[in-house]
């Protein structure tokens, strides 16, 4: 079983940057696909990024690849989200999540079965 913790969100302004961080608790961190997932009132999350148990592989939703920057750090049971040059429709709940099968990197939030309690991140015009 693994517990989830998102940190790093809050208010910036468009263009700016912030990192999110999400802390597991459990001793199987490094063989779990991470991801990170945002949700809109009234929509369903929607994937942002992944990487693969080791870190080798990530993927991203959108056309966030070249904004967003997802890694992880298995020694420190952690994965990370580097956001630059945030718009105001960034603005969402950002969750993280954990999948058991850690080689592929889901894209689905049913694939996922633990998730953090999220974190708003917002950003103004």
């Known amino acids: 079983q693994v517990q989830l913790v998102e940190s790093g969100g809050g208010l910036v302004q468009a263009g700016g940057s912030l990192r999110l961080s999400c802390a597991a608790s459990?001793?199987?961190?490094?063989?779990?696909?991470m991801a990170w997932f945002r949700q809109v009132p009234g929509n369903e999350r929607k994937f942002v990024a992944g990487i693969n148990y080791s870190g080798s592989g990530t993927f991203y939703g959108d056309s966030l690849k070249g904004r967003f920057t997802i890694s992880r750090d298995n020694a420190e049971n952690s994965v990370y989200l580097q956001m630059n040059s945030l718009k105001p429709e960034d603005t969402a709940v950002y969750y993280c999540a954990a999948a058991q099968n850690g080689v592929g990197i889901p894209t689905t939030a049913a694939a996922y079965g633990y998730w953090g309690q999220g974190t708003q991140v917002t950003v103004s015009s």
């Open positions: 459990g001793r199987t961190f490094s063989v779990y696909a």
